[in-house]
């Protein structure tokens, strides 16, 4: 029963860890809703992913440990099926510090794609015939970014597109034909923030 506690409590302080960053990309266009949530675990990412850390420290122990001295002397542990049981309990374990890992890198995942993207667009922002800024609201990290880059690219007419976290705005590059205001802010939403433009 430990161990199973250890499973889950592991799993759910990794996804609430991460949870800044996947509530609005599951959600996508219904995640207005969850930006109050993911707004609000966004302080205690820190304190989230030392609980993960303790709560795998916790399964690992308990999995490897040594089985007590009283279980071996009645032979109940040295059975098949304890040994078995063992095996087991040291797979899901192992794969829930993997999922527990993806979980904590997620993030910085996500801002090392926007930071590479933003690398190579240099040519194409010259292709532009005019920028507009739009206010993002809602973003919590820099890992916000990628997701808003991505649907504001696919906007038919959008020639680039750069969210900046620490100024929370976005930089579109506009070619021919230019989109609405409306479909680049429905974009926006899409990734599960919203946002205004600022400047045309």
Known sequence: MKT?????????????????????????????????????????????????????????????????????????????????????????????????????????????????SHAAEAPVMAAASREVVLAVKGMDCEACAAPIEENLKQVPGVVFARVDYPKARAVVGLGRPEPTQAALIEAVKKSGFEATVTKL
């Open 4 to 116: 199973v506690v250890s499973y889950i409590g592991t799993a759910v302080a990794a996804l609430a860890a991460s949870a800044c960053c996947w509530i609005p990309a599951l959600l996508g266009a219904g995640a207005a809703g969850s930006l109050g949530i993911s707004a609000a675990l966004a302080p205690w990412r820190p304190y989230l992913l030392v609980l993960t850390g303790l709560f795998l420290t916790a399964g690992f122990w308990m999995v490897y440990r040594r089985p007590k001295s009283d279980c071996c002397d009645s032979g109940g542990c040295a059975t098949p099926a304890a040994r078995t049981r063992r095996r087991i309990n040291i797979g899901v374990m192992w794969s829930i510090a993997a999922f527990s890992l993806a979980m904590a890198a997620y993030p910085e995942v996500q801002a090392m794609r926007s930071r590479a």
